[in-house]
């Protein structure tokens, strides 16, 4: 616990905020204690309880679900789960639905990259999205929120997360509308159509969209 509060405050004297990674009820708890600005991943030892819910609300402490990882394991960590479950995908949605809807604070990320995990880049966000969405119950609004918006407010860049005046114009162009397209996971990855980075369109989509196109030097 010590360890845990010197990296708490180290991380906030430094104007970065800590973010805990528990699978367990007591770690998580433990987190809160050291006072943490978010979890990754949710506990699987317990059911949700409504006085976690509460520290959660009362400290304005965030999630990252990642469901997608969840989704992907098979036999990991079972013996954690027997006495409670017998679905174990159902019941690792039982905790980030509650605070759905309790009002916590949701933000979308796939922790893609973990060697034993078969969680891909892109793919994964995109099945994280759809999970989200039709598993916890958020509003296609909120799940764009938890991808954009909530994630940039809560890590502090503030120059970014929304289309609007005065902000990066980092954005992504899908082909159809948010609501089909999250919710076909059928198709693979996202149809992408085009990204922009501070405004500047990536030069594999420059044939599609030739107007966007930044002027370069012949030499």
């Given at each position: 616990m010590d360890i845990q509060k010197a990296v708490v405050e180290a991380a906030h004297k430094a104007g970065v905020i800590a973010v805990g990674h528990a699978l367990g009820y007591a770690g998580a708890k433990d987190l809160f204690?050291?006072?943490?600005?978010?979890?990754?991943h949710c506990f699987l030892d317990k059911p949700p309880s409504d006085d976690f819910i509460?520290?959660?609300l009362t400290r304005n402490i965030h999630c990252n679900p990642t469901l997608v990882l969840c989704a992907s394991q098979t036999v990991e960590r079972q013996e954690w789960?027997?006495?409670f479950r017998k679905d174990p995908l159902a019941d690792r949605m039982m905790l980030p639905r509650k605070m759905y809807q309790a009002g916590i604070t949701l933000v979308a990320g796939s922790d893609a990259g973990g060697q034993e995990f078969g969680v891909a880049y892109g793919l994964g966000m995109h099945i994280e999205m759809y999970l989200l969405k039709h598993e916890i119950g958020m509003t296609l609004e909120d799940v764009l929120k938890a991808a954009t918006s909530n994630v940039a407010k809560r890590f502090g860049f503030n120059d970014r997360g929304e289309i609007a005046v005065g902000k990066k114009a980092d954005f992504v162009l899908l082909k159809g509308d948010a609501d089909s397209v999250l919710s076909d996971i059928q198709q693979g990855c996202l149809p992408v159509e085009g990204v922009w980075?501070?405004?500047v369109l990536a030069n594999v989509y420059e044939e599609r969209f030739p107007e966007f196109s930044l002027k370069r030097d012949e030499d």
């Open positions: 204690d050291a006072g943490v600005d978010g979890l990754t509460d520290i959660m789960q027997r006495e980075r501070d405004g």
